[in-house]
Structure formats: C-alpha cells, structure tokens
C-alpha cells in the first residue's frame, strides 16, 4: 500500500475537493488567481471537456486501476510530464505534496517532492484523480450510479464516507446523490484483517 490507510484517505479526501461538478479558485504557480470553468466546458476558452482541443491525449483517456490515467502513471517523473504538457493550471502544495491539475486533459496528479515549496527534480507522480465528467474510458466513470460501479468492479471492501477504496487502486467518490464525482487512481494494496507477524531484530538480519 502507498502508506498508513489514514494517509490515502487525508490525500483522496483533498484530491476530492472542488470536483468537477462545481467552478472553484485555482492558483497558478505563477501566483495568478482564476476560476475554474463549469462541468461543461474545458479551458478558460469555453472548449467543451472530450472535444479535440490540439492537446495530445484530451480523447478518451484510459482510467487503468493501480496504474495511471492517459498519458500520465504512478512513478511518472512531475517534470517530465510538464515538458510534454506544459504547466499545470492549478498547483497546491501542502507539506512536500502537490496537486497539480491540468483542466484541458481533466487530469490532477498528486506528487510528492523533497522540497516544501515546489516540485523537486527528483518529484514523481504517487495518485490521480479525474476533474472532468467527459472524456475518459474505463471500468468506471465519472457519472455513473453507484449501482452501475457496483456491477462493473462490485462492492467497495473499503467504503469512507463518500469515497469507496477497491484494493485494486481505483477509488470511487460519489456526491451525495450517488452519482460518480470522481475517478482516483493509487498503488494496489492488500487489504488485512490481522496485523502482519513480528519479525525479531535478530531475524531480521
């Protein structure tokens, strides 16, 4: 697993936040402030999400659990994605974690960097999230009922509050309706019901 359960829930509970069903406020690493456009549209320019804007890989981009979403994966380097993306349009920051969203793609990645106040060289790609409802393929998407994630992937062994974990590495966010709000995208794990066997020092070496 990526780390202690309480941190994948801490991490997908901010990831979740201003999903694509409503306009929030973006700051841009460059200090700008702006407001993210409705669920309808794509970027600042009104392109509608899935519509061919000119930016490799804005169609159908593939939501593979445990893996990646489109062009972008678990352990991608943050600034090789930038050298074929550009920068991102959103970068929060909270202690060495960044989320950092790209509207035309309707992709946020989380990173994890050694520095605290931007993207270290060596920062790279440890979950993702959708932040559009169009767009994408998969096993589940955003939109859907609950009872058709249900019977594509099956009940959730893992359910907090409105955020299903599937030990595969795909977590379901649904709003309060029960309609998919959000697609994210982890490292597989091992669900276990007993803590693991202590190992004594000496067996250890």
């Given at each position: 697993?990526?780390?202690?359960?309480?941190?994948?829930?801490?991490?997908?509970?901010?990831?979740?936040c201003?999903?694509?069903?409503?306009?929030?406020t973006k700051?841009?690493?460059?200090?700008?402030?702006?407001?993210?456009?409705?669920?309808?549209?794509?970027?600042?320019?009104?392109?509608?999400?899935?519509?061919d804007?000119?930016?490799?890989?804005?169609?159908?981009?593939?939501?593979?659990?445990?893996?990646?979403?489109?062009?972008?994966?678990?352990?991608?380097?943050?600034?090789?994605?930038?050298?074929?993306?550009?920068?991102?349009?959103?970068?929060?920051?909270?202690?060495?974690?960044?989320?950092?969203?790209?509207?035309?793609?309707?992709?946020?990645?989380?990173?994890?960097?050694?520095?605290?106040?931007?993207?270290?060289?060596?920062?790279?790609?440890?979950?993702?999230?959708?932040?559009?409802?169009?767009?994408?393929?998969?096993?589940?998407?955003?939109?859907?009922?609950?009872?058709?994630v249900?019977?594509?992937?099956?009940?959730?062994?893992?359910?907090?509050?409105?955020t299903?974990?599937?030990p595969?590495?795909?977590?379901?966010?649904?709003?309060?309706?029960?309609?998919?709000?959000?697609?994210?995208?982890?490292?597989?794990?091992?669900?276990?019901?007993?803590?693991?066997?202590?190992?004594?020092?000496?067996?250890?070496?």
């Amino acid at each position: 697993m990526v780390g202690p359960r309480s941190l994948l829930v801490f991490v997908f509970g901010l990831l979740s936040c201003g999903g694509p069903e409503e306009p929030r406020t973006k700051t841009s690493s460059s200090g700008l402030t702006a407001t993210d456009p409705s669920p309808d549209e794509g970027a600042e320019t009104g392109t509608p999400v899935g519509e061919d804007t000119g930016v490799p890989g804005t169609q159908g981009l593939a939501i593979e659990p445990g893996l990646g979403i489109g062009p972008a994966a678990i352990g991608d380097g943050y600034w090789d994605f930038v050298g074929e993306y550009g920068e991102p349009d959103s970068l929060i920051a909270y202690r060495r974690t960044f989320f950092a969203t790209w509207t035309e793609l309707g992709v946020e990645l989380v990173v994890t960097s050694s520095d605290d106040l931007t993207p270290s060289a060596d920062a790279e790609v440890i979950a993702l999230g959708t932040k559009a409802f169009d767009g994408f393929s998969g096993p589940v998407l955003p939109g859907m009922t609950m009872q058709e994630v249900e019977t594509a992937i099956g009940v959730s062994p893992d359910p907090v509050d409105l955020t299903h974990f599937y030990p595969s590495g795909i977590g379901v966010v649904y709003a309060g309706n029960e309609t998919v709000m959000q697609i994210t995208i982890f490292p597989a794990f091992t669900i276990r019901t007993e803590p693991p066997e202590m190992v004594s020092y000496g067996d250890a070496r």
